[in-house]
């Protein structure tokens, strides 16, 4: 069974804190991406790798950097927290090549509220 | 600025109603249009999609039309049930630009009983 699993449901953090959200695939897929979820803004895509050690911006990099050191390991980071980057955020994955269904496989998100 | 604009942003309808979603995209480089349904508390997870080159696809009570003039296409939920209260993501990738998929806003549906 497919399983994209983030390390945290909830958490709530101050201002200028640093902030790590984690994300461990088990399907062997090269490709991950983190996605943040806002009311009325469906999915934003924040960065996504498509190999180990690789990374590309999304739409909306700023403020956020990522890490890529496994294959089945995506971290997000948040260098300062902001107010504004309270958020649900998503990772996701999905398998390389030709015929891709579109499908991408996500986690149960990481809700960070900060303060 | 929304490449893939979606409404209406919520939706309530009784068991065995037909709620309809629309989507609209503006670049004609798209080349697949998926929708995502998410429940409270998970992941988005691939409901049905399809590419432009075909009207209509059927997956159960599901339905995709897709109008490649207009540059608009929408789910419809035939008879619907309570357990299809869900939040709608409708969504489109080019394979030129790797297949990263933008979203839309979202759709929250309610069945009532």
């Known amino acids: 069974d497919v399983k994209v699993t983030q390390s945290s449901r909830y958490l709530v953090k101050r201002t200028g804190e640093k902030v790590f959200l984690e994300c461990v695939q088990d399907?062997?897929?090269?490709?991950m991406f983190w996605y943040r979820q806002d009311p009325g803004l469906g999915l934003r895509l924040i960065y996504f790798?498509?190999?180990?050690?690789?990374?590309e911006k999304g739409d909306i990099p700023e403020g956020y950097s990522v890490s890529r050191e496994k294959k089945e390991r995506f971290s997000l980071i948040l260098e300062s927290a902001s107010t504004n980057q309270t958020s649900m955020y998503l990772c996701?994955?999905?398998?390389?090549?030709?015929?891709?269904?579109?499908?991408?496989?996500f986690g149960e998100g990481s809700r960070l509220t900060v303060l | 600025q929304q490449q893939v604009k979606q409404s209406p942003q919520s939706l309530i309808v009784q068991k065995g109603g037909i709620p309809i979603i629309n989507c609209a995209y503006e670049n004609t480089a798209f080349d697949y249009f998926p929708w995502y349904q998410q429940f409270p508390g998970k992941g988005p997870a691939l409901l049905i999609a399809i590419r432009p080159d075909v009207s209509e696809k059927k997956e159960g009570r599901f339905t995709i039309s897709f109008n490649k003039s207009a540059k608009q296409f929408s789910l419809h939920i035939m008879d619907s049930q309570p357990g299809d209260s869900a939040t709608y993501f409708c969504a489109a990738s080019m394979q030129a630009a790797g297949n990263k998929l933008t979203f839309g806003g979202g759709t929250r549906v309610l069945v009532k009983p």
């Open positions: 399907m062997d897929h090269e490709n």
């Open positions: 996701a994955s999905r398998p390389p090549g030709q015929g891709w269904s579109g499908e991408l496989f």
């Open positions: 790798s498509y190999d180990v050690k690789m990374k």
